[in-house]
């Protein structure tokens, strides 16, 4: 169950180490800004889920984009369970001294670790698959822990079983591109066709090779639209979507193209994968 920004808050309170979840796809568009106030003297470990849908390269450079920043970030396909379990080794890492601290004084210090992230970036799905069967409910405690349920990830972390849900913040058109093309948010503004209209425009000038072998366009044609010099840019995308249309028979009354299908064809075949590794924001140098 998701909860509000105010019990989100009031659970920040309990834990030692925030794992905020990304789309690997989108890591700056699937931040919450305002969260970065609440949570600036917390440890935190992003993790980059989704890695799966992601370009390989883009993966690496957005890792190392974050470490440079001094935060742990891990890749992650919370569908199979790739780099989910990496979580435990690398809290123990971070709580390493304070644990150290802790027995000295003959205490054993639990690391305490809660979700947050935007809706759809995979946090179910995520906590799902590390409390497999070997890890046990911890259950209520009383006192400071009352009515929370934590997961038992090693003899000393648990995690909070339900996430922070952030809500995602738009502050642009892009953002709100990047967010409509993963369907993370339905958009208002903007309607199918226009949203696949862009997600094609910008395939066309980074994947372009994904994009022709996913529809089978032929290499001729595709270069003889977009050297077109009779078109604006505009007009050169929509004919591209057009050749795709025409290539996966969506074909309307009058033998036109039915565009509106089109669009939903491109955007249903970039959510499941089927154009391949994409990331659509990169790593500004
Ligand atoms: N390909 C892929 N899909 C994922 C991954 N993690 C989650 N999903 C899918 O993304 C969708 C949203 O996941 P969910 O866990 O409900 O996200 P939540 O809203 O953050 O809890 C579901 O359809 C999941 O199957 C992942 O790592 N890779
Ligand atoms: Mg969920």
């Known amino acids: 169950m998701a909860k509000t920004m105010k019990q989100v808050e009031a659970d920040l309170k309990l834990v030692d180490i925030i794992i905020e979840i990304l789309d690997a796809r989108i890591p700056i568009s699937s931040q919450n800004p305002q969260i970065k106030k609440l949570i600036e003297n917390k440890k935190k470990i992003i993790i ?6 992601a370009d390989v390269k883009e993966n690496d450079n957005w890792r190392n984009y974050f470490n440079k920043q001094n935060i742990p970030t891990i890749l992650c396909n919370s569908n ?3 780099g989910v379990n990496k979580i435990i080794g690398q809290i123990n890492e ?3 001294e304070e644990r150290e601290i802790a027995e000295q004084k003959g205490r054993t210090k639990i690391a305490r670790a809660m979700i ?3 809706p759809n970036v995979g946090k179910s799905s995520f906590i799902n698959r590390i409390s497999n069967k070997s890890t046990m409910k911890v259950g209520n405690k009383p006192g400071v822990t009352k009515n929370k349920q934590w997961i038992r990830l ?3 972390i648990e995690l909070l079983d339900t996430p922070g849900v952030l809500w995602p913040k738009i502050e642009n058109q892009e953002t709100a591109l990047n967010l409509a093309y993963t369907g993370t948010i339905k958009s208002d503004i903007l309607d199918e066709t ?3 209209y862009n997600l094609i425009k910008y395939l066309i000038s980074n994947y372009k090779e994904n994009v022709k072998e996913r529809y089978k366009l032929k290499s001729d044609i595709v270069s003889r639209i977009l050297e077109d010099s009779n078109m604006e840019e505009n007009e050169r995308i929509i004919e591209i979507m057009n050749y795709i249309g025409e290539k ?3 074909i309307e009354k009058g033998n036109n193209i039915d565009l509106e299908k089109t669009a939903k064809i491109i955007l249903e075949d970039f959510r499941t994968g089927n154009l391949g590794k994409i990331t659509l924001e990169k790593v500004q140098n």
Not at 48 to 53: E, G
């Open 248 to 250: 996966r028979g969506a």
């Open 94 to 96: 971070m709580l390493k």
């Open 48 to 53: 980059l889920n989704k890695s799966d849908l």
């Open 154 to 156: 090693s003899n000393n």
């Open 116 to 118: 947050i992230g935007i």
């Open 80 to 82: 199979n369970g790739d």
């Open 194 to 196: 226009e949203i696949a």
